[in-house]
């Protein structure tokens, strides 16, 4: 308990990246999560807000990249992947095109429920399934065969049976609204999103869209220092 409490009170910067499982441009921003974690330690916190990127299509319309349908998506894909190098099968808009990006975004929730690395990791795995697999994460069958795969990478510390029960039980769905809530207060337009925000002097600054690690690293340095200097 105290080498937590140490942890959390070395914190100096809260971090908020604002995502969702079906965002290619969220998936090659991956690593350059995992690299700032890496580089600043318990100096950051990192919190995963779920963006509802995608309802359904009858609403969806994408009027910047003129998306409204699914096999207008796969070209989306094929862009991204052939701008960031980050392995996106885009053939899933031919093939099986998710729904909806809703029931992925209220599984991570459910993840969260048990540990916020546990939602961070089967998060990662979502975004795995879709990109690199080609898998429909808008079925049922398939959220719940990574909850067993996540389940299996860490036995003791993740439940796929707990996962089960709670899938799209009120609190994981409240816990989804309210993630929509903050997105649509902070007006998140696009995804990935970045939000920094200096625990010290509560300056923040907002990252927006897929940006290379010393792009982000410069900014994370820009508010440690305003925080030293405040």
């Known amino acids: 308990m ?37 580089e600043y330690g318990d100096m950051i916190s990192l919190r995963y807000c779920m963006g509802g990127m995608l309802s359904d299509w009858k609403q969806y319309h994408d009027t910047l990249q003129a998306v409204s349908r699914p096999l ?61 697999k080609g898998e429909n994460i808008a079925k049922k069958a398939v959220l719940l065969d990574i909850a067993a795969a996540l389940e299996t990478e860490e036995p003791k510390r993740f439940s796929a049976e707990r996962f089960s029960i709670q899938l799209g039980c009120k609190a994981t769905v409240d816990a989804f609204k309210s993630d929509l809530q903050e997105v649509s207060y902070r007006r998140i337009e696009r995804f990935p999103s970045l939000l920094l925000t200096s625990r010290e002097s509560g300056q923040a600054l907002l990252l927006t869209g897929n940006r290379p690690f010393d792009a982000v690293a410069k900014s994370v340095e820009k508010v440690l220092k305003a925080q030293k200097t405040s």
């Open 72 to 132: 207008q998506m796969g070209p989306i894909w094929m862009q991204a992947r052939q701008m960031t190098g980050a392995v996106i099968d885009d053939k899933i808009w031919f093939r099986d095109p998710p729904a909806s990006s809703y029931p992925a975004c209220v599984a991570v929730k459910t993840a969260a429920l048990q540990s916020a690395e546990m939602e961070e990791r089967y998060l990662f795995l979502l975004w795995e399934a879709v990109m690199v």
């Open 2 to 38: 105290e080498a937590n409490a140490g942890a959390k009170n070395s914190i100096a910067l809260e971090l908020v990246c604002y995502t969702d499982p079906l965002c290619c441009w969220s998936w090659a921003f991956a690593p350059v999560l995992r690299q700032l974690k890496v």
